[in-house]
């Protein structure tokens, strides 16, 4: 059976050889078949050269991983339609995209996209020795979207009893694809997504074609048995995307089920996915996660315990996996990529935070959550844990720091204000600060470091503001929601940049 641990490169991870060895040797000394690297654009293809943003993976770290871990499997999992944001937000990819400033797929109907994808592989199979090549496939919503794929896919069916023109569309881009990869003598794999939501795209699909049956909730028990005549590997994740660090229960309960269900279901594997670990939570803070779900894969039924499995740091991740979910409010789990988070440090403004997250302060609250987060800094046993503790920290006193500066706004106390705003500068600094010893440590993102800058600078044009327009010096005095929008124009009362959102588009 397949024991796979897939790492996700894709979210600006920049590791070193240092880095990829050390995925390597916890891959390998916890009991994995194989290391799968999920590349995304963060590969460089010697085709793609206007791709290679800093850090990519190369193909000579590659061959050296392969040489020095040769009972190990390195997986490539690339991805050929959906998820190609990455190629084509950069200028020579524009013409890939199915859609302008929306959505993440590429457009099949585009020949140079097609030539690309068959370059990919090629390049992919001669750096990668590896059995399993995997061409992604998940996600694709926006099938049939563009002129061009409306019309070539237009009255087609696969079964003309079951019409859906998008499996027909998606398995016309994809099958040409498989077929390259079992020619080369590969095992082809793919996600098993949108051949659950358009199930006729398995007729006529080689057989060869490996199914990555992923499922976040729970377990594959459902699903995997509608990939008949197809070899299943179940995929269960750790619940990173929609918390402040990890939710541990939610992680615990989906990796025992999924491990359950492939030992009873007679699969071909077990894939750990490990999505995401960005904005100050580093890839080496879940390492025990990650070797704790390779003992479960082998015997869904351990009685170890998911938090028992961080040893010296279980009262750390029972702090922030189980106590601070247990606070609920944005801390709990959701659909959603993590509230607070996105919101101080994706969008360029952090004061969307307070606008949105105010009431996590409010009371005896803060006082709680702090208590929290000092008690984790207590008992965080290295300095992956800690730069989480701290980040955390940093993202509560920011938010209390909005928070002082918006009364004393609102009373008209501008001097007071600014007051409140010039020490969150420094937490900011303080920020970007763990995700440099992030990037240095374990490969975490580059792109983390940049996002606290550019959040430190928009304070500072705040504070600017404040000091010209606090007094009413404008007649007015703009709501703070608006005054701390990056989009604020002074004299624009009514706010005409928010009346045309098309205009934004
Ligand atoms: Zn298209």
Redesign the pocket.
Known sequence: MHRIWMVDLAREQAPTLDHLYQYAATAQNAGYTALGLYLEHRFAYADTPWSQGKGVVTPAQIQSLQSEFPSLQIIPFINLLGHFEGFFNCEEGRIFR?ETFTGLQA????PEFVTLCQNIITETIATFKSEIIHIGGDETAQLG??P??AERMAGQAIDPNKPDEKAWLYQDHFTPLINQVIAAGRRPAMWGDMFLQHPTALENLPKQTLIFDWHYVNGVKESAPKFNGFEVIACPTTAVYNAAWMHLNRTEHNVRECAKDAHELNLAGFCLTTWEQVMLNPYDSIFPAVEWAARIAINPTSPESLPEAFGEAEQWARNLGIELEEMGGVWAASGHRHKLKTRLLLMGNPFLAWLHHRDEIQGERAKQLLLLIEKSIHYAPNEACKNVSFGLRAMIEALIMMNEAHVHYAKGEADAAIGKLAPMRYLFETLARLAKENNERIGGSLADIQRCNIAKAHIETVITRIRKYGNRELGYLPAFEVLTNPRFTPHDQSCWWLVNKWANE
């Open positions: 199915e457009c099949p109907s585009c979207k563009c061009r794929c």
